[in-house]
């Protein structure tokens, strides 16, 4: 199941409280845990190592000349002060081994990635505080051209080099662009769910298209049917800007979490329906303006 939220109509209602998630405003508050069948690698989680934890989260953001520096620094903010916030924490707490594996890079084009945290662990106030200073040391910076599928691709064998092991491993991607470099997003997208890989999706859509920023209508439609994936995969995209830090803390808690609401807020369209919008979209204006 997949879902897709709209950060003007679904904020977090509460905070965790006693493990037991507050809610979302949505058609139903009540949240019920996802079911899936664990790899080797999450079974072992599970099992009690000493290097266990909840969730393997890679938080893979983009940089990309559409950005603009306003928004960068406000994504940059978001993220530091979601992992540092109240609500974050006692999600984290909440949790089987009350810890998280995080790292966070930046990407551009199929070849331009760069790691800004290595896994770090977060397991209470101090570690998220660690994490969250590292976020905001690191001068932003911007770089040309939009794969969504050289991400994804840098993403999954970082999972191989996670020194913890998490019951659950989650990509969590956010852009204001569709793929426009690269492989195909589709094929990245498949491939990491054929891993047991979750991918979720932030469409940062606060701008109107623009033929110089390669921005499209719909970006959340494109996010949902083609780029996120797995179980309890969902998408909450950014149409106000002053909603951008929300948007970054409900997600985060949801992840951390590991929850779904019962109910979903909208359904997603079946994966083996016709996408709503084309998912070389953003190759194709690529090459319609430039010719390659």
Not at 25 to 46: D, N, T, V
Not at 51 to 60: G, K, N, P
Not at 235 to 253: G, M, P, Y
């Amino acid at each position: 199941m997949r879902l897709l939220f709209s950060i003007g109509a679904v904020l977090v209602a509460g905070v965790f409280a006693g493990g037991d998630v507050a809610g979302i405003a949505a058609p139903s508050s009540k949240f019920e845990p996802l079911k899936f069948e664990p790899s080797r690698h999450q079974r072992q989680a599970a099992d009690g190592d000493a290097q266990s934890v909840d969730v393997e989260l890679i938080l893979a953001v983009d940089v990309s000349y559409s950005m603009d520096m306003d928004e960068l620094a406000i994504q940059r903010e978001g993220y530091a002060q979601a992992i540092q916030s109240k609500e974050f924490l006692q999600a984290l707490k909440a949790g089987p081994n009350g810890r998280i594996a995080v790292t966070y890079f930046e990407w551009a084009a199929s070849s331009d990635q760069k790691i800004i945290i290595p896994w770090r662990l977060i397991d209470g106030p101090e570690t998220a505080d660690a994490v969250a200073a590292e976020i905001l040391k690191t001068p932003i910076r911007r770089a040309s051209r939009t794969s969504i599928s050289g991400a994804i691709g840098f993403a999954m064998p970082l999972f191989d080099e996670d020194p913890y092991h998490g019951i659950r491993r989650v990509i969590d991607i956010s852009g204001d662009g569709p793929n426009n470099n690269g492989g195909p997003v589709t094929l990245a997208r498949d491939a990491a769910l054929e891993k047991g890989i979750v991918i979720n999706g932030l469409p940062i859509m606060v701008k109107e298209p623009s033929y110089s920023t390669m921005d499209i209508d719909n970006l959340d439609y494109y996010y949902e049917d083609c780029v996120i994936g797995g179980p309890g995969s969902f998408v909450i995209s950014i149409k106000d800007r002053d909603k951008f830090k929300e948007a970054i803390r409900t997600k985060l808690l949801m992840e951390v979490a590991g929850r779904t609401p019962e109910r979903p807020v909208v359904h997603v369209a079946d994966k083996a329906k016709e996408p709503r919008v084309n998912c070389l979209i953003g190759e194709k204006i690529w090459s319609d303006r430039w010719g390659r």
